[in-house]
């Protein structure tokens, strides 16, 4: 057999492993963020309000940065998962400390203030981006 295809054949299982595990991460940490959160995310976003889209769309690319780089510095299912938590427990820190600085964040966000969602997702992104250069040692 070709060394190539049976290079695919060997690591396309853990691969596909590896994908369907971030995939399944990203999308408990969603769940987990919006059941935390005191606003529902997908009924504003499904109601027009931009900032609500904007701050979600900000928790999906700020899940999947560090969770990408998860992935891609781990040798294991186990790996992936652990380090998979932490970015979702950042993101949903990252929410609080925003709340804080700007107080009532949810309430802002709700009644369609834009300036406090670009920061929340410039903050959710930042630390993405320190989380995912962290894990990719």
């Given at each position: 057999?070709?060394p ?14 590896h ?17 935390i ?10 109601a027009?309000?931009?900032?609500a ?30 380090w ?14 925003v709340?804080r ?7 802002r ?18 630390v993405?981006?320190?989380?995912a ?5």
């Amino acid at each position: 057999m070709d060394p190539v295809l049976q290079s695919f054949l060997s690591g396309a299982p853990v691969l596909i492993g590896h994908f369907a595990t971030t995939l399944a991460l990203l999308v408990v940490g969603v769940a987990v963020y919006m059941a935390i959160t005191p606003h529902n995310e997908l009924k504003l976003i499904r109601a027009g309000n931009i900032p609500a889209a904007v701050s979600f769309a900000g928790l999906v690319v700020g899940l999947a940065l560090p969770l990408s780089a998860s992935m891609a510095a781990s040798f294991s299912y186990l790996e992936v998962i652990v380090w998979g938590v932490f970015a979702v427990i950042g993101q949903i820190l990252v929410f609080f400390v925003v709340d804080r600085v700007f107080g009532d964040l949810s309430r802002r966000i709700e009644a369609g203030e834009m300036a406090p969602a670009v920061v929340l997702v410039g903050t959710k992104l930042a630390v993405a981006i320190v989380g995912a250069a962290a894990l990719s040692g």
